[in-house]
């Protein structure tokens, strides 16, 4: 089976723009979440999203906002770039969610903001 | 929320040794705690698990203990190798049931050839 897969894989934006991150995850697999990870803060839990629907959010503005399609398939959007919205971004897909089965990550997209 | 703390930030051992990195939660409700390894510019990768009606889980080299009452959880790592350099996180889930996972801040671990 193909792994997770994330594109783009690098992004260069400058504050105010607004940016979408794409995560394909494993066949079969119907949780995606998302993740921020930064060197001082570790991976910090954006959402999950289950058949479509969000279940969970982490403690994130609303600048950041995500959605997942009907192939599971999910973006994360993010408006108005700050400085420190510079980061790697993870998603992780499960087959049923990261509680009950095990997560896969994807490689990251790198998002710098200038 | 749930809150996870991790310690130590860095270890270094040398080769053969064994290495303990320890984390506490915050959500007494958390029932499942999850290990991961992220090398060097790669993804994180899950190495092992434990649920809360466990205390210890072995796979080879690798343990896990819980403590369901001071909520803390230790990742075990004996005869210590230098492929075995990465940064370990620990995670806990917010809650039983819960489709989140809290982690801690990681341990960059440097096994010395």
């Known amino acids: 089976k193909a792994g997770v897969t994330q594109t783009p894989r690098y992004l260069i934006k400058t504050r105010g723009q607004q940016v979408t991150l794409s995560c394909s995850p494993i066949s079969g697999h119907r949780s995606v979440s998302w993740y921020q990870q930064t060197p001082g803060q570790g991976l910090q839990f954006l959402f999950e999203y289950f058949s479509e629907t969000q279940r969970n959010k982490g403690n994130f503005p609303g600048r950041f906002s995500g959605r997942q399609f009907s192939n599971s398939r999910s973006e994360m959007n993010v408006s108005t770039l700050e400085l420190g919205d510079s980061a790697l971004y993870l998603c992780?897909?499960?087959?049923?969610?990261?509680?009950?089965?095990?997560?896969?990550f994807g490689p990251g997209t790198r998002l710098t903001v200038l | 929320g749930e809150n996870v703390e991790q310690h130590p930030s860095t270890l270094s051992v040398q080769e053969g040794d064994s290495a303990v990195i320890k984390c506490t939660y915050s959500?007494?409700?958390?029932?499942?705690f999850p290990w991961y390894k992220q090398e060097l510019g790669k993804r994180p990768q899950l190495i092992i698990d434990i649920r809360s009606n466990v205390g210890e889980k072995k796979d080879q080299r690798i343990a896990v203990t819980l403590n369901k009452t001071a909520k803390h959880f230790s990742l075990h790592i004996t005869e210590t190798q230098p492929e075995d350099s990465a940064v370990y996180f620990c995670a806990a889930n917010s809650g039983a049931g819960s489709y989140q996972l809290t982690f801690g801040k990681g341990t960059k671990l440097s096994v010395i050839p």
């Open positions: 992780a897909s499960s087959l049923a969610g990261p509680s009950y089965n095990e997560q896969f």
């Open positions: 959500d007494s409700a958390s029932n499942y």
